[in-house]
Each structure stands twice: as structure tokens, then as C-alpha cells.
Nanobody, 126 residues
Framework: VQLQASGGGLVQAGDSLRLSCAAS????????MGWFRQAPGKERDIISS????????WYQDSLKGRFTISRDNAKNTLTLEMTSLKPEDTAVYYC????????????????????RGQGTQVTVSS
């Protein structure tokens, strides 16, 4: 599966931003999907994931309540709604896919994500 993330940009603290990830070349519903981010000088971390069914979601604790992940299996798209953005959210954001998970599994080991798109830069100014 090929993944293409978009929607990043330069915003001010407190603003909202919506990232999208378009998938092609595979059966989208076969994949557990996740969003990762990599801040300058830091490792890439998984921040959210969503089950193949779309029913179950996982978030990094610090992001709960501000970020919302969703997917549309009919449109082969993954979305991350980000609100109340903070300067520390500045990073390159990546969407990624993992296969081999059950339909309702909401989390997978970061190392299991075998497919990743190019990132989209999100910069939050204070």
C-alpha cells in the first residue's frame, strides 16, 4: 500500500489543523493505521492508531482530548484532527499502515508498521 499524507502547515498556538492520508495500491480496510510524528532532534513516535474497523482508537496519553483519528474505508483515507495546537506539537507527521492485525485491534507495536508515507510538516508558532 502507498500512503500520501497532506494537510500540514504553519499555524499559531491554539489553532486547529486537519491532516489527511490517502492510501492506494492495497485494500485499505486490511490495515491497522497509525499516525507518527518526529520532532526536531527526537525519535519518531507513534501518537495515535485506529483499528481496521474504525471502531477502536488509541492515543498517546498526552494527546487525548486534543487529537482525533478517523478513517473512511470506502474512500481509503485516514484523518487526524488536531485542536488546541501547541508549539511542542511541531513535528513532521507521518501516516503508516500495519497488516496482520484483527479487525478491531486498536494498537500495534510501532515496529510492525511496514508501510509509511512521506511526512507532512506541522509548525506551531507561539
Amino acid at each position: 500500500v502507498q500512503l500520501q499524507a497532506s494537510g500540514g502547515g504553519l499555524v499559531q498556538a491554539g489553532d486547529s489543523l486537519r491532516l489527511s492520508c490517502a492510501a492506494s495500491g492495497g485494500t485499505f480496510s486490511n490495515y491497522l493505521m497509525g499516525w507518527f510524528r518526529q520532532a526536531p532532534g527526537k525519535e519518531r513516535d507513534i501518537i495515535s492508531s485506529i483499528s481496521r474497523s474504525g471502531r477502536n482508537k488509541w492515543y498517546q496519553d498526552s494527546l487525548k482530548g486534543r487529537f482525533t483519528i478517523s478513517r473512511d474505508n470506502a474512500k481509503n483515507t485516514l484523518t487526524l484532527e488536531m485542536t488546541s495546537l501547541k508549539p511542542e506539537d511541531t513535528a513532521v507527521y507521518y501516516c503508516a499502515a500495519a497488516d496482520g492485525y484483527s479487525f478491531d485491534a486498536r494498537y500495534g507495536s510501532p515496529s510492525e508498521y511496514g508501510y509509511r508515507g512521506q511526512g507532512t510538516q506541522v509548525t506551531v508558532s507561539s
